[in-house]
């Protein structure tokens, strides 16, 4: 007798179980993304949306270039900043650009 002749059924013990662990590891693999990276990265972002809804004249600016400044003017897209002492220093410039805000009334 042969040992390297096999039916298909000694090779592979568990028949259908083999396809319902595989499943299950797909379904385990996309949980650990789903809450390692999808979830983190639509909270920043809802928390970004809401900060720049509650972006108004007055706040402090910090933009994603480094620059410091204060708000002088908001549109739906766009705000006029106004960086350091210089009151002729104001710039136009996206929300996006905007990464961390100080209200206006706040004490460090």
Same mark, same amino acid.
Request: with cysteine; aromatic share 8%; glycine share 10%.
């Given at each position: ?24 590891? =797909?379904?385990?693999?996309?949980? &650990?993304?789903? &809450? ?30 480094? &620059? ?9 897209? *766009?705000? =006029?900043?106004? &960086? ?6 104001? =710039? ?6 905007? *990464? ?9």
């Amino acid at each position: 007798m042969n040992v390297w002749l096999t039916t298909a059924a000694e090779q592979q013990p568990g028949g259908m179980s083999g396809y319902i662990m595989m499943i299950g590891w =797909i379904v385990i693999i996309g949980a &650990f993304l789903y &809450f390692t990276m999808i979830r983190p990265q639509k909270k920043e972002q809802n928390r970004i949306k809401n900060m720049l809804a509650e972006l108004e004249a007055g706040d402090s600016v910090l933009t994603s270039s480094g &620059f410091y400044g204060v708000v002088i003017d908001v549109d739906e897209d *766009t705000v =006029i900043v106004e &960086f350091g002492n210089n009151k002729n220093c104001r =710039i136009p410039m996206q929300k996006a650009a905007i *990464t961390q805000i100080e209200k206006a009334g706040s004490e460090s």
